[in-house]
């Protein structure tokens, strides 16, 4: 009788319990329900012996000779444990918080049962090891966690335990009412790396509940696995008229079309939280060549932000960092080297971080300082850092720097076609301190490719044109189209440039190496060049792409026999050329404004082709040039998305390739700026030269992306074989030679 008296008062007061995650609520139940009585929460032992068994023996299995190890965790009075002893599951480890109701089950199997163990302790902190056990039977525990008071902080706190604890290969155990905020948790925190599927538990002969218990299983696979939810029950198996079965149908068809969707995108944007969970693999240890996006941001920081997460693939050079965060300027998130994986590689390549997160500007952070971004950053990538034995260390922050010591800017002009415009004076890190031997460039770029320095010119204040040896001895400048601009390192100081607006551009000086690239190029047809000179004829020579006037004003001043045409589409490009960069135009070099693509296919047709409504030659001056023609592209491309910076994608299409075959028809010479850091975009553009042209040379440029290509038709006839010889043919032409070492006949490669 003072039994059962027991038992109704605690059944009471488990009715008025309230709040299932209260120590001191349980203590009391225990207390008062009494030692040496047992309590199930959804499942009675012969309901529940079958799929429970099945479920352990297929583990046992794989386990081999070795006892599984299982934990039950909120055991409470249930006598689980003590059936599974008896079937011959005796390495059984028991807790609960509550001390009340592990005192009275040690006391009650102490001796019967000596071999199972019995712990007070939280399952929300659980006191054991990594991979300790083979298997985790919850009998209820997580939906008690799950209470609407605290969310689901506790139900996470727990399965982040059982992940951490249970061994690979194990399995996760769940018996639940399988509520909608429960599976919800369940499988957020089991989508990825996970095996699960949901059987159902027997009911009890005659019983009444209007409830169904699920046994949900869970195996820990691999990391980044990601496997549908499968259901091991018929349909028609259980009443499909009640809610809570519809309710579960409902919520495994939407988790597996989230899973149908994470496996079939090949670009992801995860969430932070889903590569926490594993979505790609283990974030605490390094996996090469992984890459993945993710969104950065949260509750406590100013801003969110799109990042990738990229591990290096095997260095040739040992590696600096463990890990780096790369930010890149909105103005260059469009960029090829950027925003296309290939190009992303290279950055990791040159950061020499082990992991590598860059993280991309947008709107949203305009008028931020980097030091705010920084700060910002700072505590979400910790997040992202793999583990390391050492001691931990900073996250080194990197971006594209343009190496300016000091920057002022002359001009900023924005045209329809080419968009914003900069002129600037620009002093580099590595230019030396006196002000004797101190080197000032001004230079152009374009707004739609930051990263790149459209045109270069050294600045003088004693242009010395007529004296060629004294340009020669101004000393190599290595710089190119394709130098980094960046924008973010920019100088402090705004003072200006002391005199640079009293000097001159020196056009007997290419501070570009790429021209000087262009111009070594002659030497591959220096023979036909000296036939052409002394017939006193000029050569036609033709270059797509203005930019500050440069190129075309050393050939004016170093080839004088050469008749030079510039094709350039924006008039504001010319008008920057000529008041700027010291560019002016003779009989010798004429501007036209016009497409160059067709320019080149109609030129020939049109024997006067007009400038500004001048005709370019009169019949005479066409008896004086030769058939050979020089055609040189040096546009930039407006696409950089593209990974082709220069030229623009049109100029190397077919099209205009057979275009230029033709135009070169009586012999003459394709010159490409070739800019890409993709080798299989250069490799693509490559194959098609070769399709079309007879003869296919290369010159790439030592420390720069640039490639020249040359080009010939069948009918030309080149210095190849002989190329130390035209070197020397083609500097006593030129009446400016290239500093020493510049004309280098063992660089160029036959590709055709």
């Known amino acids: 009788m003072e039994k059962k008296k027991r038992r109704e008062a605690a059944t009471e007061i488990f009715d008025t319990l309230g709040d299932f995650t209260s120590k001191e609520n349980w203590d009391k139940f225990f207390t008062v329900r009494g030692s040496g009585d047992s309590f199930e929460w959804y499942a009675e032992w012969p309901e529940l012996r079958d799929p429970l068994l099945a479920q352990l023996k297929t583990v046992a299995a794989a386990a081999a ?31 609960d918080f509550s001390k009340v109701v592990v005192s009275d089950m040690l006391r009650r199997y102490v001796r019967s049962r000596p071999e199972m163990r019995w712990r007070v302790m939280d399952m929300t902190e659980l006191q054991f090891a990594e991979e300790t056990f083979d298997v985790i039977f919850d009998k209820g ?49 089991l989508r990825f790396g996970w095996d699960t599927s949901i059987a159902i538990i027997p009911q009890k002969i005659g019983s009444k509940s209007a409830f169904q218990t699920f046994l949900l299983v869970a195996v820990k696979g691999k990391m980044g696995v990601l496997n549908q939810l499968s259901l091991l029950f018929e349909h028609h198996s259980i009443n499909l008229k009640g809610e809570q079965v519809h309710s579960l149908l409902d919520a495994v068809e939407n988790e597996n079309k ?167 004076d620009v002093i580099y890190d590595t230019a030396a301190e006196d002000p004797p031997n101190l080197k000032v460039f001004r230079r152009l770029t374009f707004g739609r490719s930051s990263g790149l320095v459209q045109s270069e010119a050294l600045l003088s204040d004693n242009i010395l044109q007529s004296n060629p040896s004294a340009a020669n001895k101004k000393g190599k400048v290595v710089s190119s189209r394709s130098r980094k601009k960046g924008g973010q390192k920019r100088s402090e100081s705004h003072k200006l440039i002391h005199g640079s607006k009293s000097m001159k551009v020196d056009h007997s000086c290419l501070a570009s190496l790429y021209h000087s690239g262009i111009v070594s190029g002659f030497a591959l047809i220096a023979t036909t060049l000296e036939h052409i000179v002394s017939s006193g004829k000029k050569i036609r020579t033709y270059i797509i792409g203005l930019g500050a006037g440069l190129l075309p004003m050393f050939l004016r001043a170093c080839l004088p026999f050469l008749q030079i045409e510039v094709v350039e589409l ?24 016009a497409d160059g693509i067709h320019f080149i296919r109609d030129v020939d047709a049109v024997k006067s082709f007009p400038v500004n409504g ?96 040359f080009a010939f038709p069948a009918k030309m006839c080149v210095d190849a074989d002989n190329l130390p010889e035209a070197v020397v043919k083609l500097n006593s032409l030129m009446k400016i030679p290239l500093p020493n070492g510049q004309i280098e006949s063992g660089r160029f490669r036959c590709l055709l």
């Open 65 to 95: 000779a070795d006892p599984l190890q299982i934990l039950v965790p909120g055991c409470g009075s249930s006598r689980v444990s003590e059936y599974l002893y008896d079937d011959g599951f005796r390495c059984t480890t028991n807790i």
């Open 141 to 189: 525990g997580l939906d008690a966690l799950m209470e609407p008071e605290h969310g689901a902080k506790l139900g996470t706190k727990y399965l982040k335990e059982v992940k951490r604890v249970l061994k690979s290969g194990g399995k996760f155990l769940c018996l639940t009412l399988a509520e909608s905020h429960v599976l919800a948790l369940l499988f957020t925190e």
């Open 258 to 424: 989230l899973r149908s969707q994470y496996s079939s995108g090949d670009d992801i944007v995860y969430s932070l939280e889903d590569l926490q969970l594993g979505a790609r693999g283990n974030l605490k240890e390094l996996l090469p060549g992984r890459r993945c996006q993710t969104i950065l941001g949260n509750h406590g920081s100013l801003y969110h932000y799109k990042a990738i997460l990229l591990d290096s693939k095997q260095h040739s050079e040992p590696l600096l960092y463990h890990c780096g965060v790369f930010i890149v300027p909105k103005a260059r998130a469009n960029e090829w080297l950027f925003s296309s994986e290939e190009g992303q590689w290279l950055i990791v390549e040159s950061s020499k971080a082990a992991r590598l997160i860059m993280v991309f500007m947008d709107s949203r952070h305009t008028g931020a300082s980097m030091d705010e971004i920084q700060k910002d950053l700072s505590p979400l990538v910790k997040g992202l850092a793999p583990e390391r034995s050492e001691d931990e260390t900073l996250i080194p922050f990197m971006m594209a720097g343009d190496g300016i010591k000091q920057r002022d800017v002359i001009h900023e002009v924005t045209s329809t076609v080419t968009g914003h415009m900069i002129v600037e």
């Open 570 to 593: 924006d008039p504001i490009v010319l008008d920057l050329a000529s008041e700027y960069f010291s560019f002016v135009e003779d009989d010798q070099l004429k501007v036209h404004i």
């Open 614 to 709: 001048t005709p370019t030659y009169s019949p005479a001056d066409e008896n004086k040039t030769s058939g050979t023609k020089i055609l040189i592209i040096d546009a930039d491309s407006s696409d950089l998305s593209s990974g082709l910076s220069c030229p623009p994608t049109d100029f190397v299409e077919d099209s205009f390739l057979l275009s230029v075959r033709d135009f070169l028809s009586e012999g003459g010479i394709f010159i490409i700026n070739l800019v890409s850091r993709s080798a299989a975009i250069k490799e693509k553009v490559i194959l098609r030269l070769k399709a079309v042209f007879n003869q296919l040379f290369s010159l790439e440029l030592e420390e720069d992306v640039n490639e020249i290509l």
